[in-house]
Every structure is written in C-alpha cells, then in structure tokens.
T-cell receptor, first 115, second 115 residues
C-alpha cells in the first residue's frame, strides 16, 4: 500500500473564493472519510463514502461544502465562497470494509488558510 | 451521541519512563471500538492501538498497552520505556460497531519526552 495521499498540502485563499481538495485513498479501500481538524482540537467527521455512494454527511457540512467520489476511487471536497471560519486542516482517511478489523488510514491533510 | 473526553491537554515524561494518558467516553451502545491515534508534528495520524469493547482482555502493542474499564467508560493508554519519537499529540477515538464507522475523537493530549 502506498498510503493515502492528499493534494494540495497547503492552500491559502481569500475569503469568498472556491477551493477544491483531492484525496487518493489506498487502492482497493472502499470506504473514504473526510474530517476537519481545527487548532487544538481533535478531528471532526464531515462525510464518508462507501464506493461512490455518499452515505452520511455531518451537520458541520454546510451547503457551501460538497464532496464527490466518482467511480469509487479518488474523492474531492469543494468549499464554495470560503469564510475565515473554514480555516482548518482537512483530513482524508480510507479503510477496507471488514468488520471489527476495519482500520482507518489517514492522509497527511490539506491545511487551508482563508484570509 | 457519543462523546470522548481527554481532560489532560499536556503531559511530559522522562525518556525511558512510563506515562499514562487518560480518556473517558460516553455512549449508550454496548458494542463499539476504541482507538488511540498518534499525530506527530506536521505528520499524518497513525493508529497506535485498538480495543474491542466485547473483549475483556486489554490490548497491547509492544510498548503500548491500554487499561479498558467498560463499566467506568475509561480507556487509558500506557506507554512504557518512553522514547523521543513518542513525542506527539495523542487522540482517543470511539467508533460504533454499527454500519457507520466514523470516528469520534477527543481533543487530544500533547506528549513531550524529556531526554
């Protein structure tokens, strides 16, 4: 396994701009998760996919956020009309559905700063 | 909803000594999983150890072991023979045994190791 990768690693944008992040999971992992981590806090769940289906979205995920996972491979997370409160680390994780042995492997994250 | 509480924001340990990190959680479920994740500075989160709630035996992984007290809803991590590379943020996390396998994290604890 090559690990979960995320791109870009850092993003600085101005308030009101749109940004898109990409996550490439470990190959053959059918579950993919997005979390958000603000300074001094633990990651908070945003949404997850099983294959290409988005199965749950957190209430944290406002209408400005959208996530996709076409063909059940990589995933994108888009934030429209960014606000300063969106500044955070966005983490992606993937796992292979497999009962109690299921382990989520995390990527390095994308750090977003909204000016 | 499940909650995870890590009340100690920071801890310090002398190299080669033993340290225990505390975690409590709240849930009405009887079947679930608990995890400790490590997040080194500017590096990605990795799984340290996992505990299944239905198992009475405490999990161990080399120098890492847990003290799982189901009735008290307590899940502490013991690190023996601490090494400089153990310095990191440590997060306690909860996962339901149900269909949605999202992780609920605590706020984390920063562990420093003194040489």
């Amino acid at each position: 396994d090559t690990g979960v990768s995320q791109d870009p690693r850092h993003k600085i944008t101005k308030r009101g701009q749109n940004v898109t992040f990409r996550c490439d999971p470990i190959s053959e992992h059918n579950r993919l998760y997005w979390y958000r981590q603000t300074l001094g806090q633990g990651p908070e769940f945003l949404t997850y996919f099983q294959n290409e289906a988005q199965l749950e979205k957190s209430r944290l995920l406002s209408d400005r956020f959208s996530a996709e996972r076409p063909k059940g491979s990589f995933s994108t997370l888009e934030i429209q009309r960014t606000e300063q409160g969106d500044s955070a680390m966005y983490l992606c994780a993937s796992s292979r559905l497999g009962g109690y042995q299921e382990t989520q492997y995390f990527g390095p994250g994308t750090r977003l700063l909204v000016l | 909803a499940q909650t995870v509480t890590q009340s100690q924001p920071e801890m310090s340990v002398q190299e080669a000594e033993t340290v225990t990190l505390s975690c409590t959680y709240d849930t009405s479920e009887s079947d679930y999983y608990l995890f400790w994740y490590k997040q080194p500075p500017s590096r990605q989160m990795i799984l340290v150890i996992r505990q299944e709630a239905y198992k009475q035996q405490n999990a161990t992984e080399n120098r890492f072991s847990v003290n799982f007290q189901k009735a008290a809803k307590s899940f502490s991590l013991k690190i023996s023979d601490s090494q400089l590379g153990d310095a990191a943020m440590y997060f306690c996390a909860y996962r339901s045994a149900g269909a949605n396998s999202k992780l609920t994290f605590g706020k984390g604890i920063t562990l420093s190791v003194r040489p």
